[in-house]
């Protein structure tokens, strides 16, 4: 393996972290290890890459325009919830630079029933800065009540796949919430 000269990247420069392989990097960023192993012909094995090492992630990872992350319940989660209870964030380009990220959850309680919180909270968190979006709640032709809300932020969060999207319990007169009930992260949002 050669950690020696690199051409200059046309993405994003990542430092492989422990457990990283190039196949859960190349998932990461919804590439194939061929289009990774292409941007960085030092890699002379792409089964054999170490912690520290910096590889070029190419610019098409930077171009998906949409996705959705299904959120699971959140390992932080200290309440129970119905079976049917799930959510989703759509993340799509919104015009130059912008990015929208659409959250949607059903099966959730009622929030008042969880403490004292009037609402829901979606929110991502791109290295250490949070953005987040009031979710609204809509039950047509009394159906399971639907939590949606939209944020458009002016960060590319496919750069970040590290990246955690919440949705938790929330306050709008205090700002008081509880930790999140679902989670995910942009590293699994899928086309």
Same mark, same amino acid.
């Given at each position: 393996m050669n950690h020696g000269s690199r051409p200059p990247c046309q993405g994003i420069?990542? /430092?492989v972290k422990p457990g990283d392989t190039l196949s859960k990097i190349a998932r990461r960023y919804n590439l194939t290890v061929r289009d990774i192993v292409s941007a960085n012909p030092q890699i002379s094995d792409p089964d054999k890459?170490?912690?520290g090492q910096v590889i070029c992630i190419p610019k098409v990872a930077s171009q998906l325009r949409e996705c959705a992350i299904v959120l699971a319940l959140s390992r932080e989660a200290t309440v *129970?919830? =119905?079976?049917?209870a799930g959510g989703v964030v759509l993340v799509q380009r919104a015009g130059e630079g912008k990015y929208a990220l659409t959250f949607a959850a059903t099966g959730l309680p009622? =929030? #008042?029933s969880l403490g004292e919180f009037d609402t829901y909270l979606g929110s991502i968190n791109?290295? #250490?800065q949070e953005y987040s979006a009031v979710l609204r709640v809509s039950a047509p032709f009394e159906q399971e009540p639907t939590w *949606?809300? /939209?944020r458009v932020i002016n960060i590319n969060p496919f750069n970040y796949p590290d990246? /955690?999207?919440t949705i938790f319990p929330f306050n709008l007169e205090t700002s008081i919430r509880s930790g999140p009930i679902l989670g995910g /992260?942009? *590293?699994e949002c899928k086309r």
């Open positions: 420069l990542y /430092t890459i170490t912690v *129970a919830l =119905p079976e049917i009622n =929030p #008042g791109i290295n #250490g *949606a809300g /939209t990246s /955690t999207v /992260t942009i *590293a």
